[in-house]
C-alpha cells in the first residue's frame, strides 16, 4: 500500500450511516420504454419564450434562446472550473430544447449545473453549459399525498420556507442546502439514519428531457427502469425538468453533541444506531476524540448552543490560521486536531429547531473532499486507515480529517474533507491513493459527486447493474451529448 504523504491541512473525517440505497439507481436499472410522452407544450407553464416545438428529426429551427460566451464556471469550493463554449439560463424547456436542437446541430456537449456544491469536475464542460437557476418554481403540493412538485432548478434552501408553509418537510437531507433539486438526487446524495435512503429515494415521479427533445414522464409506473436510472443520473441521461418529492409532517429536531472515543464508538456503534435516529460522529486523527452527533424527533422549543466567539472566531478563524500555518510546519497538524477537539468538542451540547435548520449547516471551509460508502461491518477500516497514519509516515504529515456515520442501508459514508486555508491548496494525491486502496480493499464505492480515482472496470465490480445502467445512457443518449470528461472515465 502507497505510503500516505499527508496533506498538512485537513480536519475531521466523518462517518455517516444510511439507508438502503438500493431503492434508487444504486442498482443502475436497464432499457427504456418510450411510453408516456409529451411532446411540446411547457411542462408546469414554464415563463419565457416559448419558442418553436423542437423535435428529434429537425435540421434546422430559429433560435430565440440567448446563451453568453466567455462566463467561467466554478464550483463553490474553488476546486474546479472550466469555460463553457456558450452559457445558457434558460426559462422554459422549450429554451432548453432550443441549446439541445443547436447542440445537435453543431455537435456540442451539453452539461447542466444548478448550485455547483460538487467537489469534483462532475459538472464542468467545454461546450454548451445548462443553469438551471431559472426554473425553480413549486409547482404543486398535493397535501392529501404529502407530495411536491418542483421545477430542477429549485434550491433547497428555497423549498424549505414553502413545504414550512404547508407544515411538511423532507424526511432526510444532507448538510447543504444550496443545491438544486435535479442536482441533489442527481449525484446520490445522502445524510445519515439507518432507517433512511439516500435523497433520491424520496423521489415518486420525474419529467426527463432527453437529447432528442422528447420529454419522457417517469416512476415505478411510467418508464419504469429509466426512473430507476434517472433517480441518479449523473448528469448523463439528458434534462432533469420537474421532481416530485415524498413529504412528510413537519418535525423538529433535537441534536446533541458529546465527545467519546474511537474505540467505545466502534465497539457500540450497534447501540448508538439503535440510540438515535440520525446519528453520525466525528473522528479527530493523531488521537482516539471522537464527536458524537445524534439527532431525534423533538417536541422541545427551538433553542441554540450557537456563539460567534466559539463558532466563528476561534472554530473558524483561529483554526483556518492554524491550519495555514500548518502548511508549513506540518508536524502542527495532530496537535491541532487535539487542541481543537479540547477547545470546542469536550463537552455535551443540544440545539433544537425545525429539521431542515438542524440537519443543515455552514460549511465553512473550501475544501477538497473524497467520501466513499463501505459496509457497516467493515468500519474496521478506520483503524487500518489510522495505522496508515501513524506507521512509518509520522502523524506529523498527516492532517485531521472528520469521519461522520452513514446511512442506514449500505453501511457508513468516511468523508475526508482536506480544507484549504485561505484557499491554499495542500498536497494530497499520496494521501487520497492510499485511503482509496483502503476503501476499494473493503468493498466500498466512492460518492458520485466527490473526486474519485474509479473507472468503469472498478464501477462494473462495485455495482451488479453498472452495465444495465449503462444501458439506459447508450439509449438515451448515443452520440454521448451529455458526457464530459468526468464521465468519460466513468464509462469507457
Not at 243 to 258: A, D, G, I, K, S
Not at 287 to 301: A, G, L
Not at 381 to 404: F, T
Amino acid at each position: 500500500m502507497p505510503g500516505l504523504r499527508a496533506p498538512s491541512a485537513c480536519l475531521t473525517f466523518p462517518v455517516i450511516l444510511r439507508g438502503d440505497e438500493s431503492r434508487a439507481g444504486a442498482w443502475l436499472s436497464a432499457t427504456a420504454p418510450a411510453s408516456r410522452l409529451y411532446n411540446g407544450g411547457t411542462v408546469g407553464g414554464g415563463q419565457g419564450s416559448p419558442g418553436p416545438h423542437v423535435g428529434s428529426d429537425l435540421d434546422f429551427v430559429l433560435f430565440q434562446v440567448h446563451g453568453h460566451k466567455g462566463v467561467k464556471f466554478q464550483n463553490w469550493a474553488k476546486t474546479y472550473g472550466c469555460c463553457p463554449e456558450m452559457y445558457y439560463q434558460p426559462t422554459s424547456v422549450e429554451e432548453i430544447r432550443e441549446v439541445l436542437a443547436l447542440a445537435r446541430q453543431q455537435n456540442k456537449r451539453v452539461k447542466v449545473v444548478g448550485g455547483g456544491h460538487s467537489p469534483s469536475d462532475i459538472a464542468c464542460t467545454d461546450g454548451f453549459m445548462i443553469h438551471m437557476g431559472k426554473m425553480n418554481r413549486v409547482l404543486k403540493v398535493d397535501m392529501e399525498k404529502k407530495q411536491v412538485t418542483v421545477e430542477a432548478g429549485i434550491l433547497l434552501a428555497d423549498l424549505h420556507p414553502q413545504l414550512d408553509k404547508h407544515g411538511l418537510a423532507l424526511s432526510n437531507l444532507g448538510a447543504v442546502s444550496d443545491v438544486t433539486a435535479g442536482g441533489v438526487i442527481g449525484s446520490g446524495t445522502h445524510n445519515t439514519g439507518i432507517k433512511h435512503g439516500i435523497l433520491a429515494t424520496q423521489v415518486v415521479e420525474l419529467t426527463l428531457l432527453t437529447p432528442d427533445g422528447t420529454v419522457l414522464v417517469c416512476s415505478e409506473s411510467s418508464n419504469a427502469e429509466v426512473f430507476q436510472a434517472a433517480r441518479v443520473h449523473l448528469g448523463c441521461l439528458g434534462v432533469i425538468l420537474t421532481v416530485t418529492l415524498q413529504c412528510v409532517p413537519q418535525f423538529h429536531l433535537q441534536e446533541t453533541t458529546f465527545p467519546s472515543t474511537l474505540k467505545e464508538v466502534l465497539d457500540n456503534l450497534d447501540s448508538h444506531l439503535k440510540k438515535s435516529e440520525y446519528f453520525r460522529f466525528l473522528w479527530f486523527p493523531h488521537s482516539e476524540n471522537v464527536s458524537v452527533i445524534y439527532q431525534d424527533h423533538t417536541n422541545k422549543p427551538p433553542s441554540s448552543s450557537a456563539n460567534w466567539f466559539w463558532d466563528y472566531a476561534i472554530g473558524f478563524y483561529l483554526l483556518e490560521f492554524l491550519l495555514w500555518i500548518s502548511t508549513f510546519v506540518p508536524g502542527l497538524v495532530g496537535w491541532i486536531n487535539r487542541f481543537f477537539f479540547w477547545l470546542l468538542f469536550n463537552g455535551k451540547k443540544e440545539n433544537c429547531n425545525l429539521s431542515h435548520k438542524i440537519f443543515t449547516y455552514e460549511c465553512r471551509f473550501k475544501q477538497h473532499v473524497q467520501d466513499w460508502a463501505i459496509p457497516r461491518c467493515r468500519l474496521i477500516a478506520i483503524r487500518v486507515l489510522q495505522a496508515e497514519l501513524s506507521a512509518g509516515h509520522g502523524p506529523d504529515k498527516v492532517p485531521n480529517d472528520r469521519v461522520g456515520p452513514c446511512r442506514a442501508g449500505t453501511g457508513p459514508h468516511l468523508l475526508l474533507p482536506l480544507p484549504r486555508p485561505y484557499g491554499k491548496d495542500v498536497p494530497r494525491l499520496d494521501y487520497w491513493l492510499a485511503y482509496e486502496t483502503i476503501m476499494k480493499k473493503v468493498g466500498g464505492r466512492p460518492h458520485w459527486a466527490k473526486a474519485h480515482n474509479c473507472t468503469r472496470k472498478d464501477f462494473e465490480k462495485m455495482y451488479p447493474a453498472f452495465r444495465k445502467f449503462c444501458a439506459i445512457r447508450e439509449k438515451l443518449d448515443p452520440t454521448g451529448m451529455f458526457l464530459n470528461a468526468y464521465l468519460e472515465k466513468v464509462f469507457y
